[in-house]
């Protein structure tokens, strides 16, 4: 093939095809090739140089996704996240990152939560930012969650992602969050009776989504929540009042809350009751606080036998929850009350 053959073949075939192949074919490098095109002011075609990023773009693509690491993430740590993302907590998706990353920010007061938060996930990833920030690394395994919790870009509560949260850690996390031990009190001229509530503040959300979240904190946990109007944001929130289940309520999150000592004021009932009651002492008023300790009259005599007996014939604690028509945590926390009455 003479010079002015080899100048022929590129001119015709040069602009849309394969550097590589076209050179092989030709008997000469690829070098060779792109000098000779370049010296006689032949180009790739716009069609070909289009495709070519686009075949470009897809393999960047795929070596991205195969060097991304698989992420494990237990039933306690997705608790974590997802009590979280009820909360304080959320998802969201950067520029042209193809994926979600979690981001956490408050107060300085908390930042020995999100210390532990932080500790908690740090095999996922999760890590305190120089301003304490909670941040994650983007991965698959957000995107999913973002999907789930934000279907119109809003965050918002569902069915479907209301099943996640599942273990009292994310309860937890969620109280820590966003609720609130409150002392209340009730008048009778100069005395006073003094009475602990939960509130969680979950005013970003609707009324329908905080009446779902009521069921399922009650079909899960066993813990029964009512909606209570607010006059910020959505304009509704929740509210635990009945002395019992506040009582069963702390007690279900206590372990957790406990492991930062600064969110320990969160369960102490007995302390804001004294520090309330001293608050009206000194104004004068007889105060009357009911014990804390309580029976538990959530339970029939008969449920409790049929408790007792299941456990003794060797059931566990989701097979009793099934027996008897509870919640699995419910009957987990009443199987630990039998225990310490000794009775188990």
Same mark, same amino acid.
């Given at each position: 093939? /003479?010079?002015?053959?080899?100048?022929?073949?590129?001119?015709?075939?040069?602009?849309?095809?394969?550097?590589?192949?076209?050179?092989?074919? =030709?008997?000469?490098?690829?070098?060779?090739?792109?000098? #000779?095109?370049?010296?006689?002011?032949?180009?790739?075609?716009?069609?070909?140089r289009a495709m070519q990023h686009k075949d470009l773009t897809a393999a960047r693509k795929e070596a991205w996704e195969n060097n991304i690491k698989p992420m494990y993430v237990g039933t306690v740590e997705q /608790?974590?996240?997802?009590?979280?993302?009820?909360?304080?907590?959320?998802?969201?998706?950067?520029?042209?990152?193809? /994926?979600?990353?979690?981001?956490?920010?408050?107060?300085?007061?908390?930042?020995?939560?999100?210390?532990?938060?932080?500790?908690?996930l740090s095999q996922q990833g999760f890590k305190l930012t120089a301003k304490g920030q909670l941040i994650s690394p983007s991965h698959p395994y957000f995107t999913s969650l973002y999907h789930l919790f934000y279907p119109d870009g809003q965050k918002h509560l569902t069915p479907d992602n209301l099943?996640? =949260?599942?273990?009292? #850690?994310?309860?937890a996390c969620l109280y820590m969050d966003d609720g609130s031990l409150i002392i209340d009190s009730s008048r009778n001229?100069?005395?006073?009776?003094?009475?602990?509530?939960?509130?969680?503040?979950?005013?970003?959300?609707?009324?329908?989504?905080?009446e779902l979240l009521a069921d399922h904190l009650l079909t899960q946990f066993g813990v029964a929540f009512k909606t209570k109007k607010h006059p910020d944001g959505s304009g509704?929130?929740?509210?635990?009042?009945?002395?019992?289940?506040? #009582?069963?309520?702390?007690?279900?999150?206590?372990?957790?809350?406990?492991?930062?000592?600064e969110m320990a004021y969160k369960v102490d009932v007995a302390r804001q009751l004294q520090a309330a009651s001293q608050r009206y002492a000194t104004r004068g008023f007889f105060i009357n606080i009911a014990p804390l300790e309580t029976a538990d009259i959530s339970y029939t005599s008969d449920e409790i036998d049929r408790i007792i007996y299941l456990k003794r014939s060797g059931l566990t604690d989701r097979e009793i929850a099934i027996h008897i028509g509870r919640s699995y945590w419910g009957i987990v926390d009443k199987i630990r009350r039998l225990r310490q009455e000794g009775l188990l």
């Open positions: 093939m /003479n010079r002015g053959e080899l100048l022929e073949i590129i001119c015709h075939r040069y602009p849309h095809e394969e550097n590589k192949k076209l050179a092989q074919q =030709l008997g000469i490098s690829e070098s060779t090739l792109r000098t #000779i095109a370049s010296r006689n002011g032949i180009h790739k075609t716009l069609e070909y /608790n974590i996240i997802v009590g979280s993302l009820m909360g304080d907590g959320s998802l969201a998706l950067y520029g042209r990152s193809k /994926n979600a990353r979690y981001r956490e920010h408050g107060a300085i007061e908390q930042l020995p939560y999100r210390a532990w938060k932080a500790a908690k099943q996640v =949260l599942n273990h009292p #850690i994310g309860l001229k100069n005395r006073v009776t003094l009475f602990p509530r939960i509130y969680l503040y979950s005013l970003s959300f609707s009324k329908r989504e905080n509704y929130m929740l509210e635990l009042n009945r002395r019992e289940a506040v #009582i069963s309520f702390l007690d279900m999150v206590k372990p957790y809350v406990l492991e930062i000592p």
